[in-house]
């Protein structure tokens, strides 16, 4: 048997197979992606949102008792004024300080009397002048 | 290879994604990868080739990336390869028809789009021929010695590429499966997405699938 009918038979049959197979992959593929893209905007349209529940922890189950709103949000040692204009004119927001409470100042100066170290408003004998 | 013909004339018309360097001063002045077209790599290219910045191709440079490993890989890659192309050329379509504003960005567009769309139509072209006439007049021995010289070709090629490249020489057998199954299926995927870009079909990036 003669080398080139055969030869020729094998790239006959591959060249045709491999246009079909070439079309028919292209056409999978794009049926394949039209399929994948309507799934995700199937899956879009009809999820529901995920209600999520504060978890239990010591088998005591979290419940927020309040709606969480900007301000309970913000935090809680800072308030906001209302604009002030300060004694050059400009304008602007001041924030204080609200949730702390300041702690007294040390006095300065104390005194050691016979109570021990007073400060200088307890001690009862401030003023009197004593002659030694 | 032809990243190198183009480096000789210092207009290698994509700097691949996984692997470029740029100078700042080139950057500074044609901006970042734009996001408007699906071959971001070729747009920044073509826009460094058309404020004249020179672009080559070093060979000794390595970077590991990732092949499609399927079919269906293969071709997603090539549609969106096909389509981003086209439409940086489209973007440039002054410099495609405007050899006077700068001559090299004009001759490396034409090499695209005959890349992208002339070639293509001209492979599958003398295929269906090729199955026609073996059908319609039986498979003589003359339309077996063309197939047989395309082939012979596209060997001698190969075994020069390897040469050049001092890659391994087995993969000179590969040209054979290269000619008989995959430029075939290379080229009528980028048809079919020539068309679709030219009827304006919606795309998208999708999901890449990693191997690695």
Redesign the interface.
Same mark, same amino acid.
């Given at each position: 048997m003669e080398l +080139?009918?055969i030869?020729?038979?094998i790239?006959?049959v591959?060249? +045709?197979s491999?246009?079909i197979?070439?079309?028919g992959?292209?056409i999978?593929?794009k049926i394949?992606?039209g399929e994948?893209?309507r799934k995700v905007k199937k899956g879009v349209e009809t999820e529901q949102a995920e209600l999520v529940e504060p978890s239990e922890i010591g088998g005591k189950k979290l419940v927020l008792d309040k709606t969480l709103t900007e301000e309970s949000l913000a935090p809680q040692h800072y308030r906001t004024v209302q604009p002030v204009t300060d004694a050059y004119g400009r304008t602007g927001k001041k924030t204080t300080r609200s949730g702390f409470k300041r702690r007294p100042a040390e006095p300065k100066f104390m005194k050691f009397t016979s109570q021990g170290y007073v400060t200088t408003k307890e001690d009862q004998n401030a003023g009197t002048i004593r002659w030694r | 290879m032809a990243r190198s013909a183009q480096s000789y004339l210092k207009l290698v018309n994509i700097i691949p994604g996984p692997i470029g360097l740029f100078r700042k001063k080139a950057i500074e002045n044609i901006g970042l990868y734009a996001n408007d077209t699906y071959a971001e790599d070729a747009d920044i290219t073509l826009r460094l080739l058309a404020d004249g910045w020179k672009i080559y191709y070093e060979p000794k440079a390595i970077s590991y990336t990732e092949a499609p490993s399927t079919?269906?890989q293969l071709?997603?890659q090539r549609?969106r390869w096909t389509r981003g192309i086209l439409q940086s050329i489209r973007k440039h379509k002054k410099l495609l028809v405007n050899p006077t504003i700068n001559f090299g960005n004009t001759f490396i567009l034409w090499t695209m789009f005959y890349e992208a769309l002339i070639w293509p139509a001209m492979n599958i072209a003398a295929?269906?021929f090729?199955?026609f006439a073996?059908?319609a007049f039986g498979?003589t021995?003359l339309?077996?010695f063309w197939?047989a010289g395309l082939a012979l070709l596209d060997l001698m090629t190969a075994i020069y590429c390897v040469a050049a490249e001092k890659e391994e020489f087995r993969l000179v057998a590969y040209a054979i499966i290269y000619r008989?199954?995959f430029i075939?299926?290379i080229?009528?995927?980028k048809a079919?997405s020539t068309i679709e870009e030219f009827l304006g079909i919606k795309m998208?990036w999708?999901k890449l699938e990693r191997a690695g």
């Amino acid at each position: 048997m003669e080398l +080139i009918p055969i030869l020729s038979t094998i790239i006959l049959v591959a060249t +045709i197979s491999t246009f079909i197979l070439a079309v028919g992959a292209y056409i999978l593929y794009k049926i394949q992606e039209g399929e994948a893209d309507r799934k995700v905007k199937k899956g879009v349209e009809t999820e529901q949102a995920e209600l999520v529940e504060p978890s239990e922890i010591g088998g005591k189950k979290l419940v927020l008792d309040k709606t969480l709103t900007e301000e309970s949000l913000a935090p809680q040692h800072y308030r906001t004024v209302q604009p002030v204009t300060d004694a050059y004119g400009r304008t602007g927001k001041k924030t204080t300080r609200s949730g702390f409470k300041r702690r007294p100042a040390e006095p300065k100066f104390m005194k050691f009397t016979s109570q021990g170290y007073v400060t200088t408003k307890e001690d009862q004998n401030a003023g009197t002048i004593r002659w030694r | 290879m032809a990243r190198s013909a183009q480096s000789y004339l210092k207009l290698v018309n994509i700097i691949p994604g996984p692997i470029g360097l740029f100078r700042k001063k080139a950057i500074e002045n044609i901006g970042l990868y734009a996001n408007d077209t699906y071959a971001e790599d070729a747009d920044i290219t073509l826009r460094l080739l058309a404020d004249g910045w020179k672009i080559y191709y070093e060979p000794k440079a390595i970077s590991y990336t990732e092949a499609p490993s399927t079919l269906r890989q293969l071709l997603k890659q090539r549609y969106r390869w096909t389509r981003g192309i086209l439409q940086s050329i489209r973007k440039h379509k002054k410099l495609l028809v405007n050899p006077t504003i700068n001559f090299g960005n004009t001759f490396i567009l034409w090499t695209m789009f005959y890349e992208a769309l002339i070639w293509p139509a001209m492979n599958i072209a003398a295929h269906a021929f090729f199955i026609f006439a073996a059908l319609a007049f039986g498979f003589t021995s003359l339309i077996f010695f063309w197939w047989a010289g395309l082939a012979l070709l596209d060997l001698m090629t190969a075994i020069y590429c390897v040469a050049a490249e001092k890659e391994e020489f087995r993969l000179v057998a590969y040209a054979i499966i290269y000619r008989m199954v995959f430029i075939l299926i290379i080229d009528i995927c980028k048809a079919m997405s020539t068309i679709e870009e030219f009827l304006g079909i919606k795309m998208h990036w999708g999901k890449l699938e990693r191997a690695g």
